[in-house]
T-cell receptor, first 111, second 109 residues
């Protein structure tokens, strides 16, 4: 059974640009959550999608958005990138908020 | 929201030693997981343990939900056990996982 797949693995963007990250969950999992990890703030919850609907949202500005498709794949978008958005972005999938499984992450660097 | 505290923040061990990592949480939980973050950043599932005791090889975990803590035991540690260990909890219903700040373990040969 394939695990959670995140693409791309690494990304370098310039301030002011926008970026889209992708996450393919484990087959059969309908819940996809996104987390941001930085050295200063640790692991912080961004949002969760379940059956194409945003079910939970963390405390992040509106520049961070996401969506989920009918095949449960999810994308997150960050617009107007700032230096502070540099982080490891982790995606997790689960079967309706039970045990979560994480992908390898996307490491975003904003210069 | 629920608070999660992990201790100790840092731990240095000689290879072969045993260790206990602790996770305290401030409210009742219906989900508790232990992860090991590898050097490339991926969170590796160790245990899904909202209550009770589980063992997997040299690792075991116990959650005492009524007293709001969980323990991760690592026996006969190896250098490959080095890394950051996270505890994450979900408090009720479909609430997202809240992570502790982690315990950074260094095992020295």
């Amino acid at each position: 059974k394939a695990g959670v797949t995140q693409t791309p693995r690494y990304l370098i963007k310039t301030r002011g640009q926008q970026v889209t990250l992708s996450c393919s969950p484990i087959s059969g999992h309908r819940s996809v959550s996104w987390y941001q990890q930085t050295p200063g703030q640790g692991l912080q919850f961004l949002f969760e999608y379940f059956s194409e609907t945003q079910r939970n949202k963390g405390n992040f500005p509106g520049r961070f958005s996401g969506r989920q498709f009918s095949n449960s794949r999810s994308e997150m978008n960050v617009s107007t990138l700032e230096l502070g958005d540099s982080a490891l972005y982790l995606c997790a999938s689960s079967w309706d908020s039970h045990e979560a499984f994480f992908g390898q992450g996307t490491r975003l660097t904003v210069v | 929201g629920i608070q999660v505290e992990q201790s100790p923040p840092d731990l240095i061990l000689q290879e072969g030693a045993n260790s206990t990592l602790r996770c305290n949480f401030s409210d009742s939980v219906n989900n508790l997981q232990w992860f090991h973050q590898n050097p490339w950043g991926q969170l590796i599932n160790l245990f899904y343990i909202p209550s009770g005791t589980k063992q997997n090889g040299r690792l075991s975990a116990t959650t005492v939900a009524t007293e709001r803590y969980s323990l991760l035991y690592i026996s006969s540690s190896q250098t490959t056990d080095s890394g950051v260990y996270f505890c994450a909890v979900g408090s009720s219903g479909n609430t997202p996982l809240v992570f502790g700040k982690g315990t950074r373990l260094s095992v020295i040969a």
